[in-house]
Nanobody, 120 residues
Framework: QVQLVESGGGLVQAGGSLRLSCAAS????????MDWYRQAPGKQRELVAL???????NSADSVKGRFTISRDNAKNTVYLQMNNLEPVDTAVYYC??????????????WGQGTQVTVSS
């Protein structure tokens, strides 16, 4: 079993910055891709950014140039640096990880979510 614990959400004014963190703990062989999703009220959950175990990244067009995903494999932690935030970025942000268990079976886990609110 793996737990993902997010932190770093909060209230910020438009143009401000926040840094989200997501730490993985538990029993696993390896953590593969790690992603950040978000879900705004009344909308579907959407992928914000992803990073592979090797460090390759990709992000949604809406956040390119403003958000940066990174990870520290030694700490089993993924980060999302969010700059120049806009009110449309207001959402609950979820960490998601693809994990290889000690059995070598693969599983996906979600964090509990952290609220990001951007005021205009």
């Amino acid at each position: 079993q793996v737990q993902l614990v997010e932190s770093g959400g909060g209230l910020v004014q438009a143009g401000g910055s926040l840094r989200l963190s997501c730490a993985a703990s538990g029993s696993f062989f390896s953590i593969d891709a790690m992603d950040w999703y978000r879900q705004a009220p009344g909308k579907q959950r959407e992928l914000v950014a992803l990073i592979t175990a090797a460090g390759s990244t990709n992000s949604a067009d809406s956040v390119k140039g403003r958000f940066t995903i990174s990870r520290d494999n030694a700490k089993n932690t993924v980060y999302l640096q969010m700059n120049n935030l806009e009110p449309v970025d207001t959402a609950v942000y979820y960490c998601h990880a693809q994990v290889t268990a000690p059995s070598r079976r693969k599983y996906a886990y979600w964090g509990q979510g952290t609220q990001v609110t951007v005021s205009s």
